[in-house]
C-alpha cells in the first residue's frame, strides 16, 4: 500500500487498517515508513533472503516496497558498481533502479509490481505480461497505489460503477480491458508499463514493453531446438528460492512439462492435483474436456521424482468459496473454478510458499480451438453476447451499447498488433489473434492464479510467461505451433524427453470444472433464493429473465466464456455479482 502526502495528511490508523487487508498476501512480516511527502506500507511473504530482505527498504533518500521475483539476478548483480549486500532481489531492484533510473525494469527476467520514490517523483511498475496485479487512483488529489482493490477502498475510496464498468462487466467479463475494471475512476497499472506521479498531479502512463514483429526464418527443427532451450532455463530460473517449491500437476501437457524438468534439475519434488466431489461418476466427455486429468497424472508420477496428492473440493466448499472468491478478487470472477484453485492453493500452503504452474503456455502456443480460424470480428472467447444482453434490464439496454462496446474494444486492441507492411492479410490476422490472446485472455487467467493462490499466501510462478518466450512466440507461424493439425505440437516435439508418451500424446483438456449434479443443484437452489429477495442485481439485470434461466436446466451448447463456463457457471457468476454489490455496496449510476 502506497500514498502520496502532497494534499492530504496520511490517518495513519486508517492506512494500516488498510494495509492490514492485504495480509495474506504477506503474512510472514509487514512494515512501515512515513515521510513528510509518502507513506509506504508492505506486507510480506519471505522467499528470498529472509533475513535481509525487509520492507519498505531505503538506501539514502530512495525507497521502495516491492512484490516479486527476479530470475536473472546474477546478470543484473554483476551490472551493478556497488553489488548487492544480500540476496534479496528488493535490494538488487532497489539499486539497479538508484544506479540506472527506471530504463532498467526493460532488462528484468522477472515477475513484479512495485512503487519506488526518490526526491519529488513516484514510479510504479508492473511485470511484462501482468502476472503480479497493480492497481491505482486518485484520493484528495493524492496518489494511492496498492496490490488489491480493497485496500484503496478501505482508505475512503467510493465504489463506484458507471456506463463504461456496467458495459465491461456485460460485454467483457470475466476478462477486461487492460487498464480498466469495474470500479469507476480505478485503474489497473497495464502489464508492460510503469507510471511515474510527481508533485504537480502530472501522472503519466510509459509503456516500457510490447512484443515486436520480427519475422521468423528458422527450419521448424532449430524452433524446436530453440524453445527446447528456452523453457528448460526459464524452469530452472523459476526454481530459485531460499524455500521449498512445489509444482501444480493436472496431467496436461504443459503442468507436466514444467514438473518434470523441475524434477529433473532438483530432485524428487511435491506435486498437486484438484478434482471435484462426484465427477469420478458423474464426468461426461464433451468437446472441451475430453478426459480427466486423474487418468493421465499416474503416467508421470510413475516415472518417480513426483510426490503426489490429488486434493477432492466437495460441492458445499465450492459454493462457500465463491464468496471468498469475490473478497479476494474485489468483484466477480470465474465462479466455480476459482474456488477449486484457491481450495488446492490452500493445501499446497500448508507446506509451502511457492509453487509452479504451466499457466500460459495455450496463450503463447496456440492450444485454444479458437486459433484455428483467424477469420475473427470479436473476442472468440467472449461467447453468447445476445444471451448477455437479453438479461439486462431496460433501462441498462436503453442506456448502454453493449455490444457496441465490445467491438469498440476488439476493434481497438487488433489495430496495436505489431505487424510489419509487407505481411500479408493472413500473417496479419494471425499475429492479430496472437496479439489478442495476449492482451486480454492470458491476463484474465493469470489474475485469477495470482489473486486465488496469494489468497491462500502461496506464490505461484509460470516460466512459460518468461519474456524471451512471449517474444518468440508471437512471431512463431501457428504451422509450426500446431505442425500437422495437432495443438502445441511443436512444444510436445522440443519437451519429448521429459514426458511419457501417454501424456504427449494427450489431446488439451482444459482446467477441470465440477459436473456433479450435486453441484449443479445447489449452485440453482442459492441464486434462485437470492432471486426470491430484493436483491441488487436489479439494477442491472431482468429479474424474470435470470429466474428463467435458472429454471431452464437445458445445458448451453456453447459457453458463456472461453472453454468453461456454461449453465451453472452463469449462475454462480451472477450470484457473484449479487455477493458483490451488496456486500461492497457498488452504487451503480448509468
Known amino acids: 500500500m502506497f500514498k502520496t502526502n502532497y494534499h492530504s495528511k496520511t490517518n495513519h490508523t486508517l492506512f494500516k487498517k488498510a494495509t492490514d487487508l492485504l ?15 509518502y507513506s509506504f506500507g508492505h506486507k510480506r511473504l519471505a522467499i528470498r533472503d529472509i533475513i535481509l530482505g525487509k520492507q519498505p527498504m531505503s538506501i539514502l533518500n530512495h525507497h521502495l516496497i516491492y512484490n516479486g521475483e527476479i530470475y536473472n539476478f546474477k546478470e543484473l548483480n554483476d551490472m551493478l558498481k556497488t553489488k548487492t549486500v544480500s540476496n534479496s532481489d528488493t535490494e538488487l531492484l532497489l539499486r539497479l533502479l538508484m544506479e540506472y533510473g527506471v530504463s532498467i525494469i526493460e532488462k528484468i527476467n522477472g515477475i513484479f509490481a512495485f512503487v519506488y520514490v526518490f526526491n519529488d517523483t513516484v514510479i510504479f511498475a508492473r511485470d511484462h505480461v501482468g502476472v503480479k496485479p497493480l492497481y491505482y487512483t486518485i484520493y484528495n488529489n493524492d496518489l494511492l497505489v496498492s496490490s488489491e482493490i480493497k485496500s484503496l477502498l478501505a482508505y475512503g475510496v467510493k465504489a463506484r460503477m458507471g456506463r463504461d464498468e456496467v458495459a465491461e462487466l456485460i460485454a467483457l467479463s470475466p476478462s477486461h480491458s487492460p487498464g480498466k475494471t469495474l470500479y469507476k475512476d480505478i485503474y489497473e497499472v497495464k502489464p508492460g508499463h510503469y507510471m511515474t506521479f510527481k508533485r504537480n498531479l502530472k501522472l503519466e502512463d510509459i509503456e516500457y514493453y510490447n512484443v515486436k514483429r520480427k519475422v521468423n526464418n528458422l527450419t521448424y527443427e532449430d524452433n524446436v531446438s530453440y524453445i527446447k532451450y528456452l523453457l528448460t532455463d526459464s524452469i530452472k530460473r523459476n526454481l530459485v528460492s531460499d524455500v521449498g517449491i512445489s ?25 498437486y492435483s484438484i478434482d471435484y466431489e462426484g465427477n469420478d461418476k458423474e464426468f461426461k466427455q464433451n468437446s472441451f474436456e475430453t478426459s480427466r486429468d486423474e487418468d493421465y497424472i499416474g503416467y508421470l508420477i510413475n516415472k518417480g521424482g513426483h510426490n503426489h496428492k490429488t486434493v477432492k473440493i466437495d460441492t458445499q466448499t465450492v459454493f462457500d468459496y465463491l464468496k471468498t472468491n469475490v473478497i479476494l478478487r474485489d468483484g466477480p470472477g470465474m465462479a466455480d473454478i476459482d474456488s477449486s484453485m ?12 511457492v509453487s509452479m504452474s504451466g499457466e500460459c503456455a495455450d496463450e503463447l502456443f496456440g492450444g485454444y480451438p479458437w486459433f484455428k480460424d483467424f477469420n475473427i470480428n470479436t473476442f472468440p472467447w467472449i461467447r453468447n453476447i445476445s444471451m448477455r444482453i437479453d438479461l439486462l434490464n431496460d433501462d441498462v439496454k436503453n442506456k448502454i451499447d453493449v455490444e457496441g462496446y465490445l467491438n469498440r474494444s476488439f476493434n481497438e486492441i487488433i489495430c496495436e498488433a505489431p505487424v510489419n507492411e509487407d505481411d500479408d492479410e493472413e500473417v496479419k490476422k494471425e499475429l492479430q489473434m496472437n496479439y489478442i490472446n495476449l492482451k486480454y485472455f492470458m491476463p484474465t487467467l493469470l489474475e485469477r492464479k495470482d489473486k486465488m493462490t496469494m489468497g491462500a499466501s502461496l506464490e505461484v510462478r509460470v516460466p512459460f510467461a518468461d519474456k524471451r518466450i512471449v517474444d ?33 500424446n494427450r489431446k488439451k483438456s482444459p482446467y477441470p470444472k465440477s459436473q456433479a449434479k450435486s453441484w449443479h443443484n445447489k449452485i440453482k437452489k442459492e441464486l434462485l433464493n437470492v432471486l426470491k429477495t430484493d436483491t441488487v442485481l436489479y439494477k442491472i439485470f431482468n429479474i424474470e429473465k435470470l429466474k428463467e434461466l435458472c429454471l431452464d436446466d437445458n445445458e448451453l451448447e456453447t459457453p ?20 458483490w454489490l451488496k456486500e461492497y455496496k457498488v452504487e451503480v449510476d448509468i
Open 247 to 271: 509444482s501444480f500437476l493436472s496431467g496436461g501437457l504443459d503442468s507436466s512439462i514444467v514438473s518434470a524438468v523441475a524434477c529433473d534439475t532438483i530432485g524428487k519434488i511435491d506435486t
Open 342 to 353: 484457491l481450495y488446492l492453493a490452500k493445501e499446497i500452503s500448508k507446506k509451502h510458499r
Open 23 to 37: 495480509e495474506h498476501r504477506g503474512p510472514d512480516e509487514e512494515g512501515y515508513l512515513y515521510t513528510n511527502d
Open 560 to 579: 458463456w466464456f472461453g472453454q468453461l463456463m456454461r449453465k451453472d457457471a452463469i449462475m454462480a457468476f451472477l450470484y457473484q455479482i449479487h455477493y
Open 472 to 504: 518468440f512466440t508471437y512471431n512463431l507461424p501457428y504451422a509450426f505451433k500446431a505442425k500437422n493439425n495437432v495443438e502445441k505440437q511443436i512444444l510436445r516435439d522440443a519437451m519429448k524427453e521429459y514426458l511419457p508418451k501417454e501424456i504427449l
